[in-house]
C-alpha cells in the first residue's frame, strides 16, 4: 500500500492513494489553514469507522442480510497535551434493513471490532480504548 502527500499552501496539502484517488487536506483557520478539506486526524478517524463498516456490511451481507443502510458515527477523545493522541473512540452503527436479525447485526460488530479490523487493532495496540454500539433498524415493522 503506498499514498503521496505533496504540499500545496500554507498548512493544505494533497493527499493520494496508491489506487489514484486523491483529496485535499488542510488544517484549522487558527492554525493557518483555509477549511478546504479534513484535518489529519480527522482522516485517521474516518479510516477507522470505513474500515469498521466495511466489515460490518460485508459478514451481514454474507450472512444474508437485507441491509439497506449502515452508518458508522464516532465520537473521539483526544488527549490534551501534544501529541493529541486518541485516547477513547466510540463507534456507533446504525444499520438498517428488511427482516435483520438484530442478534446477527450485533455479532457483526463484535467481529469487525474483535478479530477483523485492522484499524481498530492497530488503535488498541495504541492503547486507544474503543466501545461500540449498535441500534438495528427494520424496515418491516
Known amino acids: 500500500m503506498k499514498a503521496r502527500i505533496a504540499w500545496h499552501d500554507a498548512v493544505s496539502f494533497v493527499a493520494e492513494s496508491g489506487s489514484g484517488h486523491a483529496l485535499v487536506v488542510d488544517g484549522a483557520p487558527d492554525h493557518g489553514g483555509r477549511n478546504l478539506g479534513p484535518r489529519p486526524m480527522e482522516l485517521v478517524l474516518m479510516g477507522l469507522g470505513s474500515c469498521a463498516s466495511f466489515d460490518v456490511v ?15 458515527e464516532l465520537h473521539a477523545t483526544r488527549a490534551d497535551a501534544v501529541p493529541a493522541i486518541f485516547t477513547a ?19 457483526a460488530v463484535n467481529l469487525s471490532a474483535e478479530k477483523y479490523c485492522s484499524a481498530s487493532k492497530l488503535f488498541e495496540a495504541a492503547g486507544v480504548l474503543l466501545s461500540h454500539r449498535v441500534t438495528c433498524l427494520d424496515l418491516d415493522q
Open 58 to 72: 460485508t459478514i451481514l451481507k454474507k450472512q444474508r442480510q437485507r441491509v439497506s443502510g449502515c452508518v458508522c
Open 89 to 107: 473512540v466510540e463507534l456507533h452503527f446504525t444499520v438498517t434493513g428488511e427482516d435483520l436479525d438484530p442478534v446477527k447485526v450485533e455479532r
